[in-house]
């Protein structure tokens, strides 16, 4: 493991007690971005942990804040992943945060805390190379966003009121994906499908995507949402949801 004593992450591979994911661990002080790192050096099941990114990237391009000293922002290599990480990761983390935080799923995989989004998922592909990117605000204050994301973005600290230690809800989180990395692998998809599609709460909501507004229908195999629109049934694979029945 190549983690300097002062990292929060230092000491990880050993306390964890994973089969596929996490026995080997680098821990970044400061990387580009996880996934990049990964992207370009993984190897099967390794973890790579920066204290801060400077060039931490989300869905649709998007920049990804990555202060140090606030969040967990880590990319999970791997070989020849199975389908169904997206969804996986999801309650991943879900479940690792349990303890401390309940969070939702707001489908595909962001996770939110008091309709806050806490969390975000990046998954990237090269050649057989798949890199899971996690995001999670930790420790956050609201003036640690620009202030239009102060409305929609938060921390686990912040919603909860409560200290996190980053280095236990990582390695929560881990071990609860690699348990259901394994059950994904041993062909437990459509179960764990089903437990995010339940997750996300979704059906009979008003919502748009894009320039698209429909009422959900229903969550298909491939994740992907089907809703009932002026224009007759429309699938989507990914988007940004919003809800357009307030709740
Ligand atoms: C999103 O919601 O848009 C996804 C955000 C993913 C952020 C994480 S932080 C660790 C990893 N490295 C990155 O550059 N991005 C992901």
């Known amino acids: ?75 999970v290599a791997l070989e020849n992943a199975p389908e169904g990480l997206v969804y996986t990761a999801a309650l ?22 008091n309709k806050r989004k806490v969390c975000g998922i990046l998954v990237e592909q090269r050649e057989h190379l798949t890199a899971l990117g996690i995001g999670i605000n930790v420790r956050q204050q609201p003036g640690d966003f620009p202030p239009e994301l102060r409305e929609k973005a938060s921390s686990l600290e912040h919603e909860s009121g409560r200290t996190i230690d980053r280095a236990a809800l990582l390695q929560r989180v881990l071990t609860d994906l690699d348990q259901k990395i394994m059950l994904l692998e041993q062909g437990s998809a459509a179960a764990l499908r089903s437990e995010w599609a339940a997750a996300c709460n979704l059906a009979g909501r008003r919502v748009q995507c894009g320039d698209t507004r429909g009422t959900v229908l229903d969550i298909d195999e491939a994740g992907a949402l089907h809703l009932e629109t002026t224009e007759g049934r429309v699938r989507l694979l990914s988007g940004d949801l919003t809800f357009l029945d307030g709740a």
Not at 97 to 106: E, H, R, T, V
Request: proline share 3%.
């Open 92 to 113: 991943a983390v879900r479940d690792g945060a349990a303890p401390d935080c309940a969070l939702a799923i707001k489908w595909p995989n962001d996770l939110l805390y």
């Open 1 to 75: 493991m190549t983690t300097s004593p002062g990292h929060f992450a230092h000491g990880l591979a050993e306390r964890l007690t994973t089969t596929r994911i996490g026995r080997r661990v680098f821990a970044f002080d400061e990387l580009d971005s996880t996934n990049t790192y990964a992207l370009d050096h993984g190897e099967d099941g390794a973890v790579y942990v920066a204290e801060r990114q400077t060039a931490g990237r989300g869905r649709f391009n998007r920049q990804w804040l990555s202060k140090g000293g606030v969040g967990l922002w880590f990319t």
